[in-house]
Every structure is written in C-alpha cells, then in structure tokens.
C-alpha cells in the first residue's frame, strides 16, 4: 500500500462547479500536510498548508480528519485556471507526495 | 517566486554515461532537495542537504550522488546513468526542514 493515495482522476467539471478531492495516508505519526499545485510541464507549487482545524483561502478549503487518516480540498465556483494535478503531501520526518488528482475545468 | 534556478532543463544522454544536474538558489535557504518525478508516482525524494557539505539519503537515493560545496549549489550526480533513471527531476528548497517546498523549474533527462 502507498503510503499516500489519491484518486488519479481526471475530474472533469464546468466552471462555477464545486469540486472536492481526498487524499489518504497510512501513517498515523504524519505530522503536518500541505496541498500542492501542478501545472502540466511545471513545478510543483504550494497551495496552501492543511490544519487540524481547517483553514480557508478564498475558494479553497483543506480539512484534516485524522482520525480517519486522509485530507480533503474543496475548490468552490471552479475556475478554468483551477485546471491542473492536485498533490497531497504528508509529512512524518519526511515529505511523502500523492500521485496527484487531475482536474478539467471546462466552459 | 523563488530564485530556484536547475540546469539544463533538458538532457538526452546514452546509458552508462555520466550526469551531472545543477540547482542554483537565491534564497539562502538551508535545506536543498532533489526529487525524481515519474508517471504514477508521486514525487520521490533522492538526496537532501542540511548545508554546507551536509547532505543524506532519501527514498530512492541508489545510482545517484550529490554534492553541495556552497550553499546556494546542490549537484545532484548519475555516475553511469540507466535507462530507469530517465525522468523529470526536480530541485526544491525551504527555510525548514521538510516544510513549504519551493521547487525549480526542472530538468527532464532521458538516458537512452
């Protein structure tokens, strides 16, 4: 088993949509989490940190549940730009990246 | 963005030759990375530097070295590059260890 998984996709949704992605890991010690952006044939760029508690930035929300050992990111009123792989990253003394979720966001 | 910069960007070289990729940052950052990317993984984390001279093993460090003489130089080093070793490679940095990864551009090499 990976010790983080996400959903390959690719989820294909229309602008204004509101889109959300999972991310498990198996290792209870992680740390701390963080959301990733890929564009194709780019570096990888941080979206934003997942905490306990949750946190919000603008159309985007993180939520870690970890009783259940994954973290979510919700994407509202989706934008053609939001289109891109999402990677969940999980860090337990060292950083362990999902695969990564691909989004379409369409006309 | 941050002043990550790898060379070259791309590299077409034959199996068991030598390769060596560059990470240059403006940052000052003290920890310096180096992951591979391929399809269906995630990325992967070769070797890492916590300085000057100070550099570990990550995952999947095998058929690589990497050296890091200044702070603001990490080479990551194929003695005798595979074919399995084709990939995209990225150089990342942080202000702390393993947190908030600010990558380069990367390099995507092909060994053929």
């Known amino acids: 088993r990976k010790e983080v998984e996400q959903d390959p996709g690719p989820f294909n949704v229309p602008e204004g949509a509101t889109v959300a992605f999972n991310c498990t890991y198996s290792?209870?010690?992680?740390?701390?989490f963080f959301w990733y952006r890929q564009d194709c044939r780019k570096e990888p760029k941080l979206l934003m940190s997942?905490?306990?508690s949750g946190n919000e930035d603008g159309r985007f929300t993180a939520q870690l549940n970890r009783a259940s050992q994954y973290i979510s990111l919700l994407i509202r009123d989706s934008k053609l730009s939001d289109s891109a792989t999402y990677l969940c990253?999980?860090?337990?003394?060292?950083?362990?990246f999902g695969a990564g979720t691909r989004l379409t966001v369409k006309p | 963005d941050a002043g990550i910069t790898q060379s070259p960007r791309h590299k077409v070289t034959e199996t068991g030759t030598p390769v060596t990729l560059r990470c240059h940052q403006t940052?000052?950052?003290?920890?310096m990375y180096w992951y591979r990317q391929d399809p269906g993984h995630g990325l992967r984390l070769i070797h890492y530097?916590?300085?000057?001279?100070?550099?570990d093993k990550g995952e999947v460090s095998d058929g690589y070295s990497v050296s890091r003489s200044k702070t603001e130089d990490f080479l990551l080093t194929l003695e005798s590059a595979t074919s399995s070793q084709t990939s995209v490679y990225f150089c990342?940095?942080?202000?702390?260890?393993?947190?908030?990864?600010?990558f380069g551009s990367g390099t995507q090499l092909s060994v053929l």
């Open positions: 940052e000052n950052h003290r920890y």
């Open positions: 530097s916590y300085g000057v001279k100070d550099t």
């Open positions: 290792n209870s010690a992680s740390q701390s």
């Open positions: 990342a940095i942080s202000v702390r260890v393993q947190e908030k990864l600010f």
């Open positions: 990253v999980v860090n337990n003394n060292d950083m362990r």
């Open positions: 997942v905490y306990s």
